[in-house]
């Protein structure tokens, strides 16, 4: 008996020895266009096994450095929704199995992707609204919710938002972009989740996967689209693949921690040393973010397959991705390439924190900057930072002529040329990174200023959460108070600003104004997709006109501290005959006068028409 006993330990220690722990893709769909698919096998010593695949006729089975996985290679040409059994070979036997499941495939690979017709609102999911309560605390996460710590997590979740859509359909955005929400386990800081830990799992503290799903159709119901915050430059040191890389050369491992120097321009930079250049993109962003080696094919891949995974499962319709210009950009290329194989219109916008419009501009695909050095990003969209630039700088400057005031818009624009595709740029006034708009100008008239300058320039123009009810905050005071819990957001909150009857009277002046000119933007196709028309600024009085053959809208920036008069007459190329305008802001309709009076520090939109 005792013989039997030991033998019956010695046969489950074995089976267990040999279990498969995860599976990475979790599950895949038939009909991609790509169709080899490479599964991640993890479990202790995976290694001495081989695999059989009895359904598939192809398979290629890869070790690495780390015992602990396999990748294997499965041929899925051809190959019906079901499951495929895997097993675990040694000796000639079946030592285990697992089922892979084979989805069948949605059908939206044409899908429309966010463009320049949208209104992009950003959010931090752990500071927009808490719709669930249970979950503010999770036993497989380390960090608990805490409310009075500005860098801790607040509770807010992907219920939260579903319960505030009304909201967000209400003031006409059309477009979530929402930071990260993918699992991040670090013990402190972990809101923000650019330290992920698990890609493949929605944070439990926001949800879970299905949750996000719910999310995004839920979007889609009100047509709104959903763009994820995608990051590839790194995992945060809590990863479970960083606690047992598959290779060492998973990641960036320097002789000594080394930070990045954070210098993009090194990529466009033509007398860059080497030495330079793999410390930007070898070094780690921060101590307790890992830096991904996207050279290394299996990560690379990986990567791939995990971002595909995301835009099938939850139907998402375009990303952000972060730090874009910290990756390696031939790799990267591979990766932009594998996803829009399988989404030929998919769009995504690389966040590269430049501040100058002949850097910034090479990582736009098809650029000509960059085709000098014979590059091409293959990257859709990039963040217009220079821009960002002139919008917090030139409301501040008063009465300016050569340089400052609106001159800084009229010459960011006169640096469109270096672009692609102009209207496929992400334009903002700031975003969870940087200092409010509304420090930036506390006053309500520059505030309105910023955002009918944003609403009617070329881009897809982005706001950030709150600042449409005069949310404030400053970077310099931390990150917490750029980056404040949404007023109503949460049960025990004393003032909800989601309703209209909750706002206080300053709250509702922003969110008023707000509301007009968002929504009026959605109905303009010369704002959507038109060109452009500029005058030099005079007076620091800067005019310029978006048009189709169709529609013309004449936009007029006064910055000046005195109203002025300006004489139409200069401006009859833009306004091509129109002898009608229609102020949107005020409703005013008026034959157009020969000389027009226009308020100091004001801007007016005008519909022109015959």
């Known amino acids: 008996m005792k013989k039997l006993f030991c033998l019956y330990f010695l046969v489950q220690s074995y089976l267990t020895f040999a279990q498969i722990e995860k599976v990475e893709p979790p599950f895949w769909w038939e009909g991609m266009q790509e169709p080899t698919l490479q599964l991640m096998l993890y479990g202790n010593n995976l290694a001495q096994y081989d695999l ?71 959010l931090m999911p752990d500071r927009f609204a808490n719709g669930d309560s249970s979950n503010d605390i999770h036993s497989s996460v380390s960090e608990k919710t805490n409310r009075n710590d500005k860098d801790g997590r607040h509770g807010g979740d992907i219920k939260g938002i579903i319960d505030h859509l009304d909201y967000l359909e209400d003031l006409g955005v059309t477009a979530l972009w929402s ?180 850097h910034l501009s090479y990582w736009q695909e098809k650029s000509p900057i960059a085709a000098i050095q014979g590059f091409d990003s293959k990257l859709p969209s990039v963040m217009d930072f220079t821009l960002n630039d002139a919008l917090v700088k030139a409301f501040n400057e008063k009465n300016s002529f050569w340089e400052h005031g609106t001159t800084r818009l009229y010459k960011n624009l006169q640096n469109d040329f270096l672009y692609s595709n102009i209207n496929n740029v992400v334009i903002f006034a700031e975003n969870h990174d940087t200092n409010r708009i509304n420090d930036f100008y506390p006053k309500f008239k520059n505030y309105k200023q910023i955002l009918s300058v944003l609403m009617t320039i070329r881009g897809i123009p982005q706001i950030y959460y709150g600042s449409e009810i005069g949310m404030t905050g400053k970077k310099e005071v931390g990150d917490g108070d750029i980056r404040r819990d949404f007023p109503g957001g949460w049960p025990k909150d004393t003032q909800n600003a989601f309703s209209e009857n909750g706002r206080v009277s300053k709250q509702a002046k922003y969110y008023d104004f707000s509301k007009k000119l968002i929504q009026w933007r959605k109905t303009n196709p010369a704002i959507h997709f038109g060109k452009t028309l500029h005058y030099v600024p005079r007076d620091d009085v800067y005019v310029y006109f978006r048009y189709t053959d169709d529609e013309r809208v004449m936009i007029i920036v006064n910055n000046n501290t005195l109203d002025q008069k300006i004489s139409l007459n200069r401006y009859s190329e833009g306004i091509a005959g129109r002898t009608q305008a229609f102020e949107i802001i005020s409703e005013a309709a008026f034959k157009l006068p020969k000389v027009l009076k226009i308020p100091a520090e004001t801007t007016l939109i005008f519909e022109l028409s015959l």
């Open 179 to 358: 930071t990260p929400m993918l699992e991040d386990n670090a013990p402190k800081v972990s809101y923000h989740t650019y330290a992920q830990s698990n890609i493949y799992r929605i944070d439990p503290r926001y949800g879970t996967n299905e949750d996000y799903r719910s999310l995004s159709n839920a979007l889609h119901q009100r047509n709104m689209k959903l763009i994820m915050d995608y990051v590839t430059n790194h995992w945060g040191i809590e990863h479970w693949m960083i606690k047992d890389l598959p290779s060492s050369d998973w990641i960036h491992q320097l002789e000594k921690y080394t930070n990045t120097n954070h210098r993009k321009e090194i990529h466009s930079d033509p007398y860059a040393t080497n030495i330079d250049r793999n410390e930007l993109l070898q070094g780690w962003f921060v101590p307790s973010m890992a830096d991904l080696n996207q050279s290394n094919h299996y990560l690379l891949k990986y990567l791939s397959q995990n971002a595909i995974w995301w835009i099938e499962f939850a139907q998402i319709d375009g990303f952000r991705v972060d730090t874009y210009p910290y990756n390696n950009p031939k790799p990267m290329i591979t990766w932009l390439e594998a996803i829009r194989k399988e989404y030929p219109n998919f769009n995504i916008v690389g966040e590269g924190w430049m501040h100058n419009s002949l």
């Open 52 to 122: 059989d695949v009895p359904s598939l006729r192809k398979i290629n089975v890869h070790r690495v450095e780390n015992s602990n996985y396999l990748f294997v290679d499965l041929d899925l040409t051809r190959k019906k929704p079901g499951e495929i059994k895997i097993n675990l070979i040694k000796d000639g036997q079946v030592h285990s199995s697992i089922n892979y499941e084979i989805k069948t495939r949605n059908q939206h690979t044409n899908k429309e992707s966010f463009n320049s017709s949208d209104v992009i609102y950003l």
